[in-house]
DNA sequence: TTGTATGCGTTATCAA
DNA sequence: TTGATAACGCATACAA
């Protein structure tokens, strides 16, 4: 049975088992074609039959590539994190590499981290999900021959790889939805300014209102922070305006807010769609649940992941195929990825509106048809 | 600034740049105690101020200890995963630690992945998390020297260290509460019976009704398979009975058939908890948002991931404690953390029954108050 | 096509 | 206390 399991083995022990040189063995390994084919199988058959995994850090040590993809993430239980690791797994078992996965909260200096991680050269490229504060120093490493891909909403993708989504278009699409149901006065709580998207996602609202007619309602223009709180502090200011200064509709930046939104208007006895229709942002997994469940606009995470650390590899192989391999890890001021660092791919993956109770469009005579579908 | 970043110098640049030699260098990174303190402060000083990192493949390879944990999880997108791996990684941010994550998806074949981490020899310990058929094989690298923590609820734990719940303790205690709210016809919905968990929330129901006077009716038993699909189809079941069959009450074997009961429930205009009362198991994120939010027993999950993870980094501890570092990797037939491999711990942590509105206690009278909390 | 020899960056042994 | 040097396991330039 090969069942040995024991790693004990080093390539000296296989070359003597099947009665080569280590340079032979070292040569099977890494599929060198100038090795004899039946040779090869020879080899290969004692690899397999001990079970034979070369020691990665010798490898690596030797200038070896190594299997091991970083990546820099925020705590996985941000609500988007667990779709789009599932992606990015799912995606690396088919390849050979693996993860390190390096989690960022709050205790510890990010950047710190992030040296930490590229000095200890064991990565053959780097994925960085969410990095915050990190974005030049990460552009900057890019820049100096680090495969890398980041997954952002905040900074503006520049200078790197990035994949994320079209936030006007989404947001645009939104509040179409929101007009299509008859809505003219649709309000907006919006992120935090310094966030990227939700400057994209205020004007494609902007654009989906100015193009039915509507000049945007700077009264109807509300300040939240991507949190619950920021939701429910933007939904008590609206509910304590006069009833006819309310909007009928609401795009609101993320569904996190829209989750405090929705407890608020319960809590005040606003029925929803009725009193006032709700669309959200992102579709994480608590939006089908919410009372009413919210429409919402699916951001693909599982598929974003996917993408990017498809991107990730492609990359590293490119890199592979340029640079003698040996000198690939002494690349001073190598450029590798030529064609990827002069100009950087930015993939926006399509997202697709979501449509539930919260914002239905009622018609008066309907009202008391809770059946009804529309 | 201390922004170099680049990990381009080695042990012997640093050496070269505080005139002393390489050895010294490592001395001092390695707090070697045996270097003069002045000595130690000028070599301490060049590293910062070059901010350098030691290669980790050169570092292993030399017989040194890696900082990498293994961790061999499921898809992240389980429903207990993300608060797991927060627990694992709020704590290994304290630590010098990084995790290396192996995501085991349905695709390849575990066994060998399970052998390719070990066999590349980069961890210093591993972290199993519900790893299904592989506890067996576990048990074996463990009783050979790994140190290894198992989160699972599928086998029995035995022959290596374990974190997980009381199972029969906190089912008795969901079935205590039902029988607290009235009810003596309660019904339970279990999981597959090859889950040892199953078995023991089974025999926690039954102990909880045999106290109450109660034998526990096989009518009433329904074999789900933890997934949303069992809690509809038994729910469907148990439904198509005649009213006076129906159970007043059911505990859930987990929250997720829980989501699939109260679907169909819904749907039929079965009102919970006025016609049926219901408790779940797990707390998953969904559970406070159902309609109606469900009473559920909360699984203290980060803690586990905190706490297994602690545990390991204590037997890593004290296998480097006894066994001389350069041996450490050369044990063959040594056995490192002795005392934990005579009698693995296996750490028991408190669960929270969590009540919600679906199995509030309805006292007739108290029908037409929404709002009554209790 | 294959084998020999060297070096990768670190730790640890042995002398000094 | 410090320095020189031999591993560690592998990849590769070079020689055969």
Redesign the pocket.
């Given at each position: 049975m090969p069942g040995e399991t024991q790693g004990?083995?080093?390539?000296?022990?296989?070359?003597r088992l099947a009665?080569?040189?280590?340079?032979?063995?070292?040569?099977v390994?890494?599929r060198?074609?100038?090795?004899?084919p039946?040779?090869?199988e020879r080899v290969t058959k004692v690899v397999q039959e001990h079970n034979?995994?070369?020691?990665?850090?010798?490898?690596v040590?030797?200038?070896?590539r190594t299997q091991l993809i970083g990546v820099l993430a925020p705590p996985l239980n941000w609500p988007a994190m667990p779709e789009i690791m599932r992606g990015v797994a799912e995606y690396l078992e088919g390849s050979p590499y693996e993860i390190v996965l390096y989690c960022i909260g709050s205790q510890r200096n990010h950047a710190d981290v992030l040296n930490r991680i590229l000095a200890m050269?064991m990565i053959s490229g780097l994925l960085a999900i969410f990095p915050g504060g990190l974005a030049s120093q990460l552009a900057t490493h890019f820049q100096q021959g680090l495969p890398l891909v980041m997954i952002d909403d905040q900074e503006e993708p520049d200078g790197m790889p990035w994949v994320g989504i079209d936030n006007p278009t989404s947001a645009y699409e939104a509040t179409r939805h929101l007009l299509a149901c008859g809505h003219t006065r649709i309000a907006h709580i919006q992120g935090p300014t310094n966030y990227h998207c939700t400057l994209e996602r205020y004007q494609g609202y902007c654009r989906a209102l100015r193009e039915a007619g509507i000049e945007p309602d700077p009264d109807l223009l509300l300040q939240g922070n991507f949190e619950q709180s920021g939701g429910r502090h933007c939904a008590s200011v609206l509910f304590a305006r006069d009833r006819e200064r309310w909007p009928s509709a609401i795009f609101i930046g993320n569904d996190e807010m829209a989750y405090g939104f929705l407890e608020v208007a319960q809590e005040l006895g606003v029925r929803i769609p009725e009193d006032i229709a709700v669309v959200g942002f992102d579709d994480y997994v608590i939006s089908a649940h919410t009372t009413p469940p919210l429409t919402t606009v699916r951001q693909p995470f599982s598929n974003i992941g996917r993408t990017a650390i498809e991107l990730l590899l492609t990359m590293i192989d490119r890199m592979n195929e340029k640079q003698?391999?040996?000198d690939g890890?002494?690349t001073a001021g190598g450029v590798p990825t030529q064609d990827f660092v002069v100009d950087p791919p930015c993939i926006q993956l399509a997202t697709t509106l979501v449509q539930r109770a919260s914002s239905r469009l009622v018609l008066p005579a309907a009202r008391n048809q809770p059946g009804s579908n529309l």
């Open positions: 004990r083995l080093t390539i000296q022990d296989i070359a009665g080569v040189s280590k340079a032979t063995v070292s040569r390994l890494n060198n074609p100038s090795v004899d039946l040779l090869a034979f995994v070369p020691n990665i850090t010798a490898t040590l030797a200038g070896g050269r003698p391999p040996k890890r002494q």
